[in-house]
């Protein structure tokens, strides 16, 4: 019995190992799991579902396969939006057969509850950032995203990457980590001892003492120089999480 999870690969044709790495994960796990969580940002960007039916879309098309060919062997498939792929909608969780998860979602892990996160919503030292996702995540601007042509949109999406880039180069690393205030107040409102995020790319696992309970919170990695991912596991007395990388040879 283990459960997996995975985030921040930032699939994208220009880095093609972590794609193919990810179709060995993906057909490794067939049989294997009891579920896989993606925790957002597995795409570099996702300019909305309908590119699986244009030209530009089509090399995706294996993953989007080898996702369905997962659920089709009976491991469930949950998907939380990161910042880069706030768009994947209905029609991508239909192929894939996953389902797709808010924001903010706990889930029963063998029995103990654990809230998922992609992680950006809780660097809350970064204003600026903030304030661009509370646009990014509103639903009259992502329709007018997405009634923009395949090209135009694209254009946007490279203007965004290059405008986040420049942003920041010029922000210290505190600011661009979890607020731990933030962080605490995310596990008092769910009422949760373990939390479990991306997005930051600094994979660790954190023990510390919230309102005098023991409580964790899991960071996973990125994709960028390995394959990173969460091994869950019931243990005898609490679970047994074991990060893990995959490399390719
Ligand atoms: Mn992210």
Request: a negative charge.
């Amino acid at each position: 019995m283990t459960t997996w999870f995975i985030s921040d690969l930032h699939l994208d044709p220009v880095r093609p190992a972590s794609t193919r790495l990810l179709l060995d994960f993906l057909a490794y796990l067939q049989g294997r799991a009891d579920g896989l969580y993606i925790l957002g940002d597995f795409f570099e960007f996702w300019i909305g579902d309908d590119v699986l039916d244009s030209p530009q879309g089509q090399g995706v098309l294996p993953v989007v396969e080898a996702l369905a060919r997962l659920s089709a062997s009976g491991v469930p498939l949950y998907f939380q939006h990161g910042n880069r792929d706030f768009l994947v909608g209905a029609d991508f969780a239909g192929r894939t057969a996953c389902t797709l998860l808010p924001e903010a979602q706990v889930i029963s892990l063998y029995g103990q509850p654990v809230l998922l996160m992609h992680g950006d919503q809780l660097c809350t030292d970064d204003h600026a950032y903030q304030q661009a996702r509370r646009q990014f995540r509103d639903p009259a601007w992502q329709r007018q995203a997405l009634a923009m042509s395949i090209p135009q949109r694209l254009e946007t999406a490279r203007q965004l990457r290059l405008q986040s880039q420049a942003h920041n180069q010029t922000k210290t690393e505190i600011i661009m980590d979890v607020n731990l205030q933030t962080v605490e107040q995310a596990l008092r409102t769910h009422g949760v001892d373990c939390l479990i995020h991306g997005h930051t790319h600094r994979p660790a696992i954190h023990d510390f003492t919230l309102d005098g309970r023991a409580v964790q919170r899991i960071v996973l990695g990125d994709w960028y120089e390995h394959g990173s991912f969460l091994r869950v596991a019931p243990g005898s007395k609490a679970l047994s999480a074991e990060p893990g990388w995959l490399v390719r040879y």
